[in-house]
């Protein structure tokens, strides 16, 4: 396939284009500081984690307290009560 060197459109769309001046100087550019601010919710939130973080995931008093009435056998649960709570938990996972 043989293209020609000098095709009109072409090179008349190239030919048309102004040519762009050079930038000779600038403004000066006054340099700022970046700001932060936090909204008095997000420190809200802020003070809740950190009081969160500090409560223990396992409330060691009560553990204890079943245990030892399991040990003793004292601790009697009804499967009746199981059942509903397993059948509540599958429902409320659903809504």
Do not use: H, W
């Amino acid at each position: 396939m043989r293209i020609p060197g000098d095709v009109p459109k072409i090179t008349g769309i190239y030919g048309s284009q102004k040519k762009v001046n050079r930038v000779g100087s600038t403004g000066s550019v006054a340099s700022r500081k970046d700001v932060l601010s936090i909204s008095s919710e997000a420190k809200d939130f802020q003070a809740v984690f950190r009081a969160l973080r500090e409560v223990p995931d396992i409330r060691q008093d009560k553990v204890d307290d079943i245990a030892g009435r399991i040990e003793t056998g004292q601790y009697d649960v009804k499967g009746r009560d199981i059942a509903d709570k397993v059948i509540r938990s599958v429902f409320d996972r659903k809504a």
